[in-house]
């Protein structure tokens, strides 16, 4: 697998260092709440490539050999049981953790060795931390924007948009502490959308959220990789996942199990079944007995 | 049930014992603790038993009042302090609430406190070992008063469990808890000096306390003692009633809660973006903005703000009880109010990072440079320092009368502001340690951390007192020669030296988050 980075002019308009991001000249053919398409790298690189990705936690092997390729432009899913090291994963690919061995390149730039610039093609949806949530929605995407070197005109228009795209128009002022569930996040997926990555990497982006919120999500997602971007998302329900993405890799005990377009994975079968088919461990008891009320 | 309760109250004790040493280490010296408090109030009683009875019964009467004053109001300053068995727990359970209610009631005398309160109240019968049916007496006033203690303090909590509910309300409570907090050293020195000069006051109120729910229970065996039966049964009647009276509301607020979902207050609003309009907008300006927000709106900052109004009232106090000869007192060290305030907006932010927790993942997501998150920090904490400390140190020079000091303090303050900023930038990203979580009250301290916390702020202490020594001793120069030349060389070395180590503080901190940015994250990741 060669990872000769591209050349820059082939990169996409946001991985040129421009301090000012560019006001999104795509954005308005599209619905108005679509993040600025990327204007896909031609080059083969996929967007994210994993090699060898270890980690230890302790004595827990937590993640033991990943190797990925997600193509750009693909809809990618990430199913994986209870513990089976999807966020730890996750979090090595995306610059929050440090991997004991491995590498990471994000459209051919090694993520570990430039993280400013590999950062920048990136947005992420962490599961299990917090937000700053003493700001109002509002200010927490302002601040996502900001923070990234975007100008204030640019962050305005599109806080607005994202807002009003994922049904939060009403709640702006509101403390994020005081959402809920899946307001939170809601906000935390428009914080991930408002500089127009290149690659987003949702980890459980649809718990705790409505089905209206979870549909208006999807297409959001579903325009945003049919305009050439990139989207990894980890799932418990692999319906969900079956339906939405055209990719699938099934990771359990640190290991990738399965990797490829989801009708290659489920090879005819459901992907539940088939899931459950690789990770096994489905109890085949006449337990719990006792239950039965009658 | 209460067997039960009493029960799961001591396998949970137990098994928080079995998950750090820490936690035993800090057991082992509450029940030091406890065991010092008992057998002084034991002591203290019986030798109490030899004075004029009606002294006796005066004190008693006093401090006991205390006691239950704080079983009653201390729970809801410290909401979080003990929730072991919070009712809520068992909502779920069908308990019938008349052995809930008990059960909870004996439980909550299973703990350190409880223990202390229940044989130091016991023991109060020692101050009247003269006469035997005092003593019985005040066996059962101590008996009412522990009754009284535990039920009200459940009774307050219960019934006001609605408004604790309400963060913003939590947070309001938790900022007003600092004042006592702060001035009790004070208050009480000035008090028992004050006690001391004028005792005919003293009668005065334990008569007034005797008649309060809180001291009634106390006040009776000094009536027996007098032989005042009427008396004796009127103090009697009124704990009695205000027992039952505790009993009942506890009762209603707890058959109100157990149904009664969770939550549910109002959420917070806030107009237009605030502090993000009024600063550039570059990743500093945004970094200062979410930084000033939470000065203003985390009770974990804000206490910070709410303790700098209450340092000259400190100084003040500590300074007229240093007077010589009833004169009035050390005015003189109200001139150090500049330089403290400048070190206590310093310190601030030396625990930026674990005051973040885990949303530090924004900045290590975001690629922001560790320099322009340093910036950002310590521009937020000056936008508030800065006048506040050159205010503090005019105010302090006015107070004084010494206009001559004026240059020296103001250097010194301002130099002590520079180097307490730029040593938190690094501190905030080298040495880490657990902190009361967002959303925590501020004085939580999180678990087996007293150690990590006490090396960490010992260090920077001394890092930043060693920083701020050349200008300290230009400005004792000036104090003690009263050359202007020494002020004005305060003022330039102190600022001098302040941006230096601010700018170098900033860079090397910067450099620390730009290489350790995932490790902090995992690091305050694994404060649980």
Redesign the interface.
């Known amino acids: 697998m060669a990872h000769e980075p591209e050349p820059r002019d082939q990169l996409p308009p946001l991985a040129d260092a421009a301090p000012a991001y560019p006001a999104a000249p795509a954005a308005p053919v599209l619905a108005p709440a679509t993040p600025t398409p990327p204007t896909h790298a031609a080059g083969t690189a996929p967007a994210l490539s994993v090699r060898g990705l270890w980690k230890k936690f302790g004595e827990k092997i937590a993640v033991a050999g990943i190797d990925l390729d997600v193509p750009a432009g693909s809809f990618y899913g990430l199913v994986g049981p209870n513990g089976a090291g999807k966020t730890t994963a996750l979090s090595m690919a995306?610059?929050?953790?440090?991997p004991d061995f491995g590498s990471v390149h994000v459209h051919g730039l090694d993520l570990w060795a430039n993280?400013?610039?590999?950062?920048?093609l990136?947005g992420?949806l962490?599961d299990?931390?917090?937000?700053?949530?003493?700001?109002?929605g509002?200010?927490l995407i302002?601040?996502?924007g900001?923070?990234?070197?975007?100008?204030?005109e640019t962050?305005a228009e599109r806080t607005a948009d994202l807002l009003e795209a994922l049904g939060l128009a009403a709640?702006a002022?509101?403390?994020v502490?005081?959402?809920s569930a899946g307001m939170t996040k809601k906000i935390a997926l428009a914080?991930a959308l408002i500089h127009a990555p290149n690659l987003l990497v949702l980890d459980e982006p649809f718990e705790a959220v409505d089905p209206v919120s979870a549909a208006n999500i999807r297409e959001i997602l579903n325009g945003y990789v049919a305009s050439g971007g990139t989207v990894i998302v980890s799932s418990h329900v692999m319906d969900l996942v079956q339906r939405m993405c055209d990719h699938v890799a099934v990771i359990a005990g640190g290991h990738v199990l399965a990797a490829g377009t989801v009708d290659e994975v489920r090879a005819g079968q459901s992907l539940e079944d088939r899931f459950v088919d690789l990770v096994g461990g489905r109890q085949t008891t006449e337990g719990l007995s006792w239950l039965r009320t009658s | 049930m209460v067997a039960h309760l009493v029960r799961l109250k001591l396998t949970l004790l137990r098994n928080t014992l079995k998950k750090s040493v820490w936690q035993t280490v800090g057991l082992v010296l509450g029940i030091l603790y406890g065991l010092g408090v008992i057998s002084m109030a034991l002591i203290g009683l019986t030798v109490l038993g030899t004075t004029a009875p009606e002294m006796a019964g005066q004190i008693i009467t006093i401090v006991g009042s205390v006691v239950v004053l704080a079983w009653w109001i201390v729970p809801l300053f410290a909401f979080g302090v003990d929730a072991t068995l919070d009712p809520q727990r068992f909502v779920t359970f069908a308990v019938p609430q008349r052995q809930l209610l008990a059960g909870l009631a004996v439980a909550g005398l299973v703990g350190i406190p409880g223990i202390v309160t229940l044989v130091a109240s016991a023991g109060t019968a020692l101050a009247w070992w003269r006469s035997p049916l005092a003593a019985l007496a005040a066996l059962v006033g101590a008996l009412l008063a522990v009754a009284l203690c535990v039920v009200g303090s459940r009774a307050t909590t219960t019934a006001l469990a609605p408004l604790l509910d309400s963060?913003r309300y939590r947070e309001v409570l938790s900022i007003a808890a600092f004042v006592p907090l702060m001035l009790a050293g004070p208050i009480i020195g000035w008090a028992t000096s004050a006690i001391a000069r004028g005792q005919e006051v003293l009668p005065v109120i334990a008569d007034v306390l005797g008649w309060t729910p809180f001291g009634a229970p106390w006040a009776v065996a000094s009536a027996v003692s007098d032989g005042a039966w009427g008396l004796a049964l009127a103090r009697l009647a009124i704990a009695v009633v205000v027992l039952v009276a505790a009993w009942v509301v506890w009762d209603r607020a707890l058959a109100k809660a157990l149904v009664a979902p969770h939550g549910g207050a109002s959420?917070?609003?806030?107009?237009?973006?605030?502090w993000?309009d009024r600063f550039p907008?570059?990743?500093v300006?945004?970094?200062a903005?979410?930084c000033l927000?939470?000065w203003f709106?985390?009770p974990r900052y804000s206490g910070s703000i709410a303790v700098v109004p209450l340092l000259p009232v400190l100084l003040w106090f500590v300074g007229s009880s240093m007077g010589i000869d009833g004169g009035d007192g050390f005015k003189e060290l109200m001139l150090v109010l500049g330089p403290v305030t400048a070190f206590t907006f310093g310190f601030a932010i030396s625990a930026d990072v674990a005051y973040?927790?885990?949303?530090f993942?924004?900045?290590?997501?975001?690629?922001?440079?560790g320099f322009a998150d340093r910036a950002g920090r310590v521009l937020a904490a000056a936008v508030i320092g800065v006048p506040v400390v050159l205010v503090f140190a005019v105010a302090s020079v006015a107070f004084t009368g010494r206009w001559d000091l004026l240059v020296a303090t103001i250097g010194l303050s301002l130099g002590v502001l520079g180097a307490g900023l730029g040593v938190s930038s690094v501190v905030s990203a080298r040495l880490l340690y657990p902190v009361p979580k967002?959303?925590d009250s501020p004085f939580k301290s999180p678990q087996g951390a007293a150690m990590a916390t006490l090396v960490a702020q010992m260090i920077t202490m001394l890092v930043l007192a060693a920083l701020c020594l050349p200008a300290a001793g230009l400005a004792l120069t000036n104090v003690l020669t009263g050359a202007a030349v020494w002020g004005w060389l305060t003022l330039v070395v102190g600022v001098g030296l302040g941006v230096v180590f601010l700018v170098m503080g900033m860079r090397w901190g910067g450099r620390l988050v730009d290489q350790r940015?995932?490790?902090l994250?995992?690091q305050v990741?694994s404060y649980k």
């Open positions: 995306t610059g929050l953790l440090r993280p400013l610039e590999g950062k920048r990136l992420i962490p299990g931390v917090r937000l700053f949530d003493r700001l109002t509002a200010q302002t601040y996502a900001l923070l990234r070197g975007m100008d204030r962050v709640d002022n509101t403390f502490v005081d959402y914080s | 963060r959420a917070g609003k806030s107009k237009g973006l605030g993000f907008a570059t990743p300006g945004a970094v903005a979410r927000t939470y709106r985390d973040d927790h885990t949303a993942w924004t900045q290590v997501s975001s690629g922001v440079s967002p959303g940015g995932p490790e994250l995992q990741m």
